[in-house]
Nanobody, 127 residues
């Protein structure tokens, strides 16, 4: 069992930055690929970025490329999402998710293929 707790959300003006953190329980954190998703009101949960267990492989949604950066510290059981140049359309609840395994297929995993989810943290970007 893995528990995920996100933090770092808040209200920021357009063009600003936020850094989200996702702390995981357990001693096998490096065996999990991690992902960040977001969900705006009335919208489906949307893929943002994923990172492999060793932190080498990363995939970003086109909408955040060049602005968001994912990283992880396996010694601290934590994955981070640095968000720069934020836009009002980035407003959503952000969730981190964990998927066990060492494979890294070209396609990103849909939400239903992740094993564990955090409770989410609200990010609001004002114009």
């Amino acid at each position: 069992q893995v528990q995920l707790v996100e933090s770092g959300g808040g209200l920021v003006q357009a063009g600003g930055s936020l850094r989200l953190s996702c702390a995981a329980s357990g001693r096998t954190f490096r065996q999990y690929n991690m992902g960040w998703f977001r969900q705006a009101p009335g919208e489906e949960r949307e893929f943002v970025v994923r990172i492999s267990g060793n932190g080498v492989m990363k995939d970003y949604a086109d909408s955040v490329k060049g602005r968001f950066t994912i990283s992880r510290d396996n010694a601290k059981n934590t994955v981070y999402l640095q968000m720069n140049s934020l836009k009002p359309e980035d407003t959503a609840v952000y969730y981190c998710a964990a998927k066990a395994g060492i494979t890294w297929p070209p396609r990103t995993w849909p939400p239903g293929e992740y094993d564990y989810w955090g409770q989410g943290t609200q990010v609001t970007v004002s114009s």
